[in-house]
């Protein structure tokens, strides 16, 4: 039952175009019960939406996480706060598409040479925040993990920094770890900046600053024979 609510939200909002930009779903899942595993899930994924909300029917069962367990407490906690981190990496992809557009895109807007992300799992199953993020949710039940498609060029875990794949390997579908309590995984394309911040104790967008720290993802220099990684500037 996620599976297909979430394939249809993702794929809903990328076919939105403009108007996947305030594009929501119904985080937990709308008609109907919810489960623990279900809110967390949605979670990881809607928070990555432009617009993201919980809300369902009067006649459900109450839906808020700490009803709903530690677990998907959690869950939710650390998406909303990964939310509000690259908050401004939104606000900033808006004003740069200066209305047009979209920036939450299904992987063939800039790998349309690619005739693997045409495939279904791609279209359906991975989304673009603009032009150098990448994010593979697990929206299957009971799975801690998933297999996701790299397309050719080195790739960063956002979170951590890890690379995936470099710029020597091909393009390959690549395994992802992604437990209920885990961020959705982040993948920044090398060459791409997002701008991160704190945000502890941060409840309202107005208590967040103008304080960033750059995540930098940086490509290899064939000339130069240097290769430089992921930087926290």
Sequence with gaps: FFFFQAED???????????????????????????????????QLGALYPFTRNHNVDNAKDQEPYILGKETKIAASRSLKLKYSILKYYYMLFIANRGLGTLFRPLLFEF?????????QVMNEQIMIGSKLMATPVIYMNKDSRTAYFPKGQWYSLHDGMIIQSYKEPAEQRRVVNRVTDLVPIWLRAGGIVHTQNVEKVLRTWQLNHTFDLVVGLEYFEEEGVYLSLIHI
């Design 9 to 43: 939200g993702i794929r809903d909002a990328q076919e939105s175009r403009g108007l996947g930009d305030v594009y929501k779903r119904q985080v937990c899942g709308f008609q109907g019960d919810t489960t623990p595993e279900l809110c967390a899930r949605w979670y």
């Design 112 to 120: 349309y040479d690619d005739e693997k992300v045409f495939g279904h």
